[in-house]
């Protein structure tokens, strides 16, 4: 059932499966009753934060789970309280110590904070957690092109992945081709444009829907999946969360995707990267 989801090789190697799983906003006390539902359904990629103060839930999901540890893609996020190299030792073993786990899949800097400038420093603490094999791969989110220079200039690993906002309103065409071009994967947050639209409203989606006999969720989805994109949409019920993952046995078009690429109004739903700060 797991091995139906498509992997994308990040640029050392390591494979992460294309849908994931995300928990911004899952209450602590429920997260580990709708992780474990996630897992039941298929989804074999999780994506937490140590912000969201849900991790425990997360790594008590997976041990209840009874999957093993090996079978799962955990990512992780360090917050903007820990950016310089030296904080990161500390920031990773209380993120293991709540996740319940000796390594995280990925780990990412969550957002660049570049008013401090400091997100190059944190970035040489991620490359040793690396080399010390507490982490299978590092990346970033929330980084634009320009934040994305910055750091090769001055990086010895490059990022695996950008995980950044990214919808059919929102679609960040620049950044995909930039991240393309420099083997760094794009992952969406925000893949359904966090509920704030109505996806079935917007007439090339609901046409899409209507052609296939799918939801508007499920054809955003295949959207991110045909465009090369790794989504980790959050639901909170389980019809949603098996709807969201039942998305394996219908294609959309060359036309189809082009109709919805066509949405993309330039518009971010959340905090600008260039100006965010704590
Ligand atoms: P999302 O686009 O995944 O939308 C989630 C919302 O969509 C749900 O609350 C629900 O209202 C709705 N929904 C889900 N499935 C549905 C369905 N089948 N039918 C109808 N409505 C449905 O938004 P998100 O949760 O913000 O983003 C996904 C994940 O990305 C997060 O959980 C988190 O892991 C990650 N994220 C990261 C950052 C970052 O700064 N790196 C920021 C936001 C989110």
Redesign the pocket.
């Known amino acids: 059932m797991t091995d139906i989801v498509p992997k994308v090789s990040l640029n050392n190697g390591v494979e992460i499966p294309q849908l994931g799983f ?5 209450p602590p006390p429920q997260t580990q009753a709708i992780v474990e539902d996630a897992l039941d359904v298929g989804y074999r990629h999780l ?3 140590t912000i ?1 103060g849900n991790e425990a839930g997360v790594g008590a999901a997976i041990r209840a789970s009874g999957i093993p540890r090996g079978e799962i893609f955990l990512t992780t ?1 360090l917050w903007n309280d820990r950016h310089r190299a030296k904080d990161v030792p500390g920031a990773i073993e209380y993120s293991l110590e709540q996740l319940g786990t000796d390594y995280v899949d990925l780990y ?1 800097i ?2 660049p904070l570049p008013m401090h400038g400091a997100f190059v420093d944190v970035w040489h603490g991620l490359e040793d957690l690396l080399d010390q094999g507490v982490v299978r791969a590092i990346g970033v ?2 980084f634009t092109i320009g934040h994305l220079e910055t750091l090769l200039s001055q990086a010895r690993v490059v990022p695996a992945l950008n ?3 990214l ?1 059919p309103r929102f679609a960040q065409p620049e950044l995909r081709a930039y991240e393309a071009s420099k083997g760094i994967a794009t992952e969406a ?7 704030r639209y109505a996806l079935g409203e917007l007439p090339a989606i609901a046409a899409a829907a209507a052609a296939h006999g799918r ?1 508007p ?1 499920q054809v955003v989805l295949r959207w991110h999946l045909q465009s090369g994109i790794i989504a ?5 019920s389980r ?2 969360i098996e ?2 993952f039942d998305v394996f046995d219908f294609e959309l078009s060359a036309d189809e995707l082009a109709a919805i690429d066509a949405l993309d109004s330039g518009e971010r739903l ?1 905090s600008d990267p260039e100006t965010f700060d704590l």
Do not use: C, M
């Open positions: 995300g928990v911004f906003r899952v994506d937490t934060a969201y996020k990412l969550h957002w989110s929330n995980q950044t906002e919808h947050w925000g893949p359904l444009g966090q509920g939801t969720t980790i949409p959050k639901a909170s019809a949603h709807e969201n959340a």
